[in-house]
């Protein structure tokens, strides 16, 4: 195998660094001008994880393609890290929104637009209840709560290295001697959250059995594969284990498909015939609009509703003002009625496997310790050898400097990846040439690695 020069690396990444502040004059100005009055010169501190030293300006987004103030264009595999998995503004949804926002946004009052979403991700993913959030985090923590409060438990447990959003709970990790601890960098956590969570390995059906043992649990979220520390796949018989073990502890299985909607267009879920308690989801479902939702079987409904102590209309920890509102519910429509609907993801997986085959062309021809996964329509590499078994070996062979480097390769060559991994996605509107485009930039930081 061909190890990377790690002198030569840096080297380029010098290159790369000056190459891309030269490009991005106006960009620099407006982050400079920023400083003043947005913390970190940015709407939201996330921004500042993209390489080069400060984040390109966007002008303008459509389709796959994102422009900036520079007047540089970009073929978008970021997609707004799965926001706009939908492609920016699709013209379907650009319509159909217009004439909501022309006719009231939000009022505190349902709208039809909200029974046809829930009946539309019944059809999808199975659970027969719904709840809308304007975020997945939302999502998330309101079926914690929910989980929480109808089992009577204190826990839940999540896996090493999981992403669910801002969510308190979520945020423990283990060590590498396999002690649970909270996550670094968590900021300001309100309680330890070892006293709120357990946290095992994916893939581990023996710690979950020993997690769960003493039944002080009230759910085990996860994602059906992890796709926030790079993708790890579930082994065969991990998900089956998984819903046996929940079912005999009496645990809620609750499944987030605020990323594996990738699968197809029930998620993994409906890919893979799971059948979890609780579902959540958010992000690509409003076409960037914000949306979220989260969805119950009868029996978890009935349950809720059955504990008159709770208050759920009120100021009992679940809701928010502005979920539910019409212009959120409507763009939540159109996207599953007209944008990602069967037909775009028979366009859409197929390029990721284009995508997948480029990838492993150019491993191959290099012989390069790296490897590429794909779910559905989402494809990730890694810059070591063989796909992780779970969180905390994806973590531990991370390669942060050879991360940042191929980012910023290849957004100063016209290509925008997610910037907290190496994540490319398909939208309905990208094309074979936005994919092979990818393949021949990743080709040359290869050949320059190497
Ligand atoms: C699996 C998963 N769930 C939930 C979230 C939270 O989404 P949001 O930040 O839109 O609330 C994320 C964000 O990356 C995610 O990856």
Redo the contacts with the bound molecule.
């Keep these: 195998m061909t190890e990377v020069d790690r002198s030569r690396l840096r080297a380029l990444m010098e290159r790369e660094r000056a190459a891309f502040a030269e490009r991005h004059p106006r960009s620099r100005e407006l982050f400079e001008r920023a400083r003043g009055s947005l913390l970190g010169g940015v709407p939201m501190t996330w921004m500042l994880e993209w390489a080069g030293g400060f984040p390109v300006f966007m002008a303008e987004a459509s389709g796959a393609r994102v422009s900036d103030v520079d007047g540089h264009t970009y073929v978008d595999l970021c997609l707004g ?3 706009a998995m939908t492609g920016h503004s699709p013209p379907e949804a650009v319509t159909r929104l217009a004439e909501r926002l022309a006719h009231g946004i939000t009022t505190m009052l349902p709208t039809e637009d909200s029974i046809w979403v829930g009946e539309e991700l019944t059809r999808r993913f199975g659970l027969s209840q719904w709840q809308f959030t304007l ?4 999502a ?1 923590r309101f079926a914690i709560r929910i989980a929480r409060e109808i089992t009577g438990r204190p826990r839940i447990l999540v896996f090493n290295h999981c ?4 969510v308190d709970e979520t945020f423990i990790t283990l060590s590498p001697e396999g002690k649970p601890h909270a996550r670094e960098g968590n900021g300001g956590p309100p309680v330890d959250p070892t006293l709120t969570s357990r946290v095992v390995e994916f893939n581990d059906i023996e710690a979950v059995g020993d997690a769960l043992e003493a039944e002080d649990v009230a759910c085990v979220l996860t ?1 059906p594969a992890l ?2 520390i790079g993708i790890v796949l579930p082994e065969p018989g991990f998900h089956d284990a998984l819903r046996e073990l929940t079912r005999r502890t009496g645990t809620l299985l609750m499944i ?1 498909e ?2 594996t909607i990738s699968a197809g267009p029930g998620g993994y879920t409906a890919a893979h015939g799971l059948q979890p308690d609780v579902l ?1 989801i ?2 690509p479902i409003g076409s960037g609009v914000p949306g ?1 939702a989260f969805g119950v079987t009868e029996d978890v409904g009935d349950r809720m509703f059955a504990r008159t102590d709770a208050d759920y209309q009120d100021v009992g920890g679940i809701g928010g003002t502005l979920a539910g509102n019409a212009l959120s519910v409507a763009a939540m429509r159109v996207t599953l009625e007209r944008v990602l609907t069967e037909e775009a993801y028979r366009r859409m997986i197929p390029l990721a496997e284009r995508f997948t085959e480029g990838v492993e062309r150019v491993i191959a021809e290099r012989a390069a310790p790296w490897h590429v996964t794909r779910l559905g329509c989402r494809a990730e590499y890694l810059f070591q050898p063989n796909p992780p078994r779970n969180g905390g070996e994806a973590a531990a062979r991370k390669d942060p400097e050879l991360d940042t480097f191929i980012h910023l390769y290849l957004l100063n060559r016209g290509i925008l990846m997610t910037p907290f991994h190496n994540m490319a996605l398909m939208s309905p509107a990208t094309t074979e040439a936005d994919v092979d485009r990818h393949t021949e930039a990743f080709a040359g930081a290869a050949a320059e690695l190497m």
């Design positions: 890290d799965t926001g975020t997945a985090t939302d998330n992403y669910h959003g801002t994602e796709t926030n987030d605020t990323h959540t958010g992000k979220g």
